[in-house]
């Protein structure tokens, strides 16, 4: 340490070569990085261009319990999108679900054991959250 220190002492000019040509390296890799995250981000399609959405949330899970080694997630999900879950199937009703009637801006809870309608949801207390998107084009097809 003492020797390399001594050299770059007696050496000025040899050293801050040394240093502009480790900072041009450095420069080329990450310009190099930078140019290989654009290639692989853009090859994975083109970019949106559609201009600006509207998302309309119908699902999210929460957990009910004092703490997270106390108590369970369960599950929020808009009537309006019970029906849509499964493309091309029709939905399938039970006799005393709260799936059949009732409004399609209701919540219905889905817990461990039942399925019930969801008076007060705690939409602000969700650990994720799902959306669709409303103009979307409908590619089911």
């Not at 900072?23 to 990085?33: G, L, P, R």
């Not at 290989?36 to 083109?46: A, K, R």
């Not at 039942?114 to 084009?137: G, I, N, Q």
Request: include cysteine; glycine fraction near 4%.
């Amino acid at each position: 340490m003492e020797q390399a220190a001594d050299w770059a002492l007696s050496n000025p000019d040899e050293l801050e070569t040394l240093l502009l040509q480790s900072e041009i390296a450095m420069t080329n890799k990450s310009s190099t990085d930078a140019e290989n995250n654009s290639n692989q981000t853009s090859s994975s399609g083109p970019p949106l261009s559609d201009g600006s959405s509207k998302y309309e949330l119908f699902a999210f899970i929460s957990h009910m319990g004092k703490s997270t080694n106390d108590g369970h997630y369960v599950a929020h999900i808009k009537r309006s999108f019970l029906a849509k879950c499964i493309p091309h199937e029709p939905p399938v009703y039970h006799v005393g679900s709260p799936i059949c009637g009732g409004s399609d801006q209701e919540w219905i809870i889905f817990n461990d054991e039942k399925v019930a309608k969801s008076e007060c949801p705690p939409h602000r207390h969700a650990y994720l959250y799902f959306f669709r998107r409303l103009d979307a084009a409908d590619q089911s097809d």
